[in-house]
C-alpha cells in the first residue's frame, strides 16, 4: 500500500512539473516531497532520487528555454537594428506638344511606373550605418526610355555618433551639392541639371546653429554629363575631349540654421573638365515663415564660374538656373530633414506635410547660347500642383499619396518650331 501510494505521488509529481514551467515551480515540488519524507511516504533515498530525477527535467527544459530565449534575442536584434523602407510612384503624363521642334506636332500621352525602390538600413552600431537603395524609373514610359533593371541607386557607410562632431561617409549616393528640396510631382530644375550622384567620400563636421560642413571626393564629370541630360538645351551641342579617369571632383558644402525657422545652405564643386576645370557654386535659403503657420519658402541657385569649351564652340558658357517654391501645408508635423536628393529626406517630406499646396518659379540662364549658337534652350518654367496624404501611419512609416501638377515651360527658339509647352502630371504613390 506504501508502495502504491509512493508511486501515484511520483506520477502526480512528474506530470505537475512536465506541464508546468521548472524555473517557477521547482520550489513547490522541492516542498511537497519534504512533506512526504517527513510524513514516511517516502524515504531520505526516494526523496535523493526523485529530485535527482527532476533536476535532469529541469536540465532539459531549461535548456529549451534558453534556446527559445535566444531565438527571441536574435529576432529582436534584427527587428531593431536592420529596416526595410520603399516606395511606388504610378504615373500618367500628358504633353502639349509631342515634338517642340515641330511646328505641326500634336499633343502625347503616358503612363508609366515613375519610380519603384527598395531601401535596406542597419545600425550596425551606435556611431555605424550601413544603407543601400534599390531602384528602377521610367518603367513603360518611351519618352525617358526606362526599363524593368533594377540598380544600385544608393549604397553608403555612415560614421557619425551625436556626441562627436566629426562624421565620414563614404560610397554611392546624391552627393551635396543642392538641397533640391520638391513640393511637386516633378524635380526642381536644379536637380535636373546639377545632380552629382556618383560613388564618394564625403568627411564633415556638426557644430553649433545646425552647422555641417563638409569636404567630398569623387571620380568623373558626373554634374557635367548630368547638365547635357538635363533636357534644358537642344541635344545638338555636345562635349568635346575625352573624359578624365582620375579621382579629382571635389565638393566643398556647408549648412547653418541661425534661427529655428531659417536654413541656409551653400556649396562649391570643381570636376576637371574637358581642357579647362568646370567649377560651380550653390547657394539656397529655405524658411518657414515664422508668423503665417504652414507657409514655407525655398529658394536655390546654381552658377558656372568656369566651364570647359564645347565641341566646335571657341566661347565658354556660363549657364545658371534659379528656382523658388512657395508652399502652404495644411497639415505641419515636425520635419528635421530638407532636400529631395537622396530617398530618406524625400520619404521625411511626404510623410512631414500630408497636404499641402504648392506654386514654383524657374529660369534658366544659358548666357546667350541661344541666340549666338542657334540652339534652342528653356527659358522659363511655371509649374502648380497639390498633393494628399488619404492613409498616414506614423508608426509604420506607411503614407498613400495622390499628386498633381501643372507645368508651362517657355522655350528660346531659333526657327520655326513652338515657343513653349504645357504638360499634367498626376501621381498615385505609397511608400513604406
Known amino acids: 500500500m506504501k508502495k502504491g501510494v509512493f508511486l501515484l505521488l511520483t506520477v502526480f509529481v512528474g506530470l505537475f512539473l512536465f506541464g508546468s514551467a521548472v524555473s517557477s515551480y521547482a520550489g513547490e515540488a522541492d516542498l511537497i516531497l519534504k512533506i512526504l519524507l517527513k510524513k514516511g511516504i517516502i524515504t531520505k533515498k526516494e526523496y535523493q532520487e526523485i529530485k535527482e530525477e527532476l533536476k535532469g527535467k529541469k536540465t532539459v527544459e531549461e535548456k529549451e528555454m534558453e534556446k527559445e530565449q535566444t531565438a527571441k534575442k536574435q529576432g529582436t536584434f534584427l527587428s531593431e537594428n536592420i529596416s526595410l523602407s520603399g516606395s511606388l510612384y504610378g504615373e500618367y503624363r500628358w504633353m502639349k506638344n509631342r515634338d517642340i521642334t515641330d511646328p505641326d506636332t500634336d499633343s502625347t500621352s503616358d503612363l508609366y511606373l515613375r519610380k519603384i525602390e527598395l531601401a535596406v538600413e542597419a545600425q550596425l552600431v551606435d556611431w555605424i550605418t550601413a544603407s543601400a537603395v534599390f531602384n528602377s524609373e521610367w518603367i513603360g514610359d518611351d519618352l525617358n526610355q526606362g526599363d524593368e533593371k533594377a540598380t544600385v541607386d544608393e549604397a553608403t557607410i555612415t560614421m557619425q555618433d551625436d556626441d562627436f562632431p566629426l562624421y565620414l561617409v563614404?560610397?554611392?549616393?546624391?552627393?551635396?551639392?543642392?538641397?533640391?528640396?520638391?513640393?511637386?510631382?516633378?524635380?526642381?530644375?536644379?536637380?535636373?541639371?546639377?545632380?552629382?550622384?556618383?560613388?564618394?567620400i564625403t568627411a564633415g563636421y556638426t557644430g553649433p546653429m545646425g552647422l555641417d560642413l563638409s569636404v567630398t571626393v569623387y571620380k568623373g564629370e558626373e554634374q557635367m554629363d548630368h547638365l547635357f541630360e538635363s533636357g534644358l538645351f537642344e541635344d545638338t551641342l555636345r562635349r568635346a575631349g575625352e573624359a578624365t579617369d582620375d579621382v579629382g571632383s571635389y565638393i566643398v558644402s556647408a549648412t547653418l540654421q541661425p534661427l529655428e525657422y531659417l536654413t541656409l545652405f551653400g556649396g562649391y564643386l570643381s570636376e576637371p573638365g574637358r581642357g579647362s576645370r568646370n567649377e560651380t557654386i550653390n547657394g539656397g535659403i529655405s524658411v518657414v515663415v515664422p508668423f503665417v503657420e504652414g507657409l514655407r519658402f525655398d529658394a536655390e541657385y546654381m552658377k558656372a564660374l568656369n566651364r570647359e569649351l564645347y565641341d566646335g564652340i571657341s566661347?565658354?558658357?556660363?549657364?545658371g538656373v534659379f528656382s523658388a517654391t512657395l508652399a502652404y501645408e495644411f497639415v505641419v508635423r515636425e520635419r528635421e530633414r530638407i532636400g529631395g536628393g537622396l530617398f530618406a529626406e524625400r520619404k521625411a517630406h511626404l510623410i512631414s506635410e500630408p497636404l499641402e499646396l504648392a506654386i514654383r518659379y524657374e529660369h534658366f540662364d544659358d548666357d546667350g547660347m541661344s541666340e549666338e549658337i542657334g540652339i534652342w534652350t528653356v527659358k522659363d518654367r511655371y509649374s502648380g500642383g497639390a498633393r494628399y496624404s488619404f492613409y498616414n501611419d506614423e508608426?509604420?512609416?506607411?503614407n498613400a499619396f495622390v499628386a498633381g501638377e501643372y507645368r508651362h515651360t517657355e522655350l528660346r527658339t531659333h526657327t520655326d518650331m513652338k515657343d513653349s509647352n504645357d504638360e499634367v502630371y498626376l501621381r498615385l504613390g505609397v511608400d513604406f
Open 395 to 398: 508608426e509604420t512609416g506607411f
Open 315 to 319: 566661347k565658354e558658357y556660363k549657364e
Open 170 to 200: 563614404i560610397g554611392k549616393r546624391t552627393q551635396p551639392f543642392g538641397v533640391f528640396e520638391s513640393h511637386l510631382v516633378t524635380d526642381p530644375m536644379t536637380q535636373d541639371a546639377y545632380e552629382t550622384k556618383r560613388f564618394g
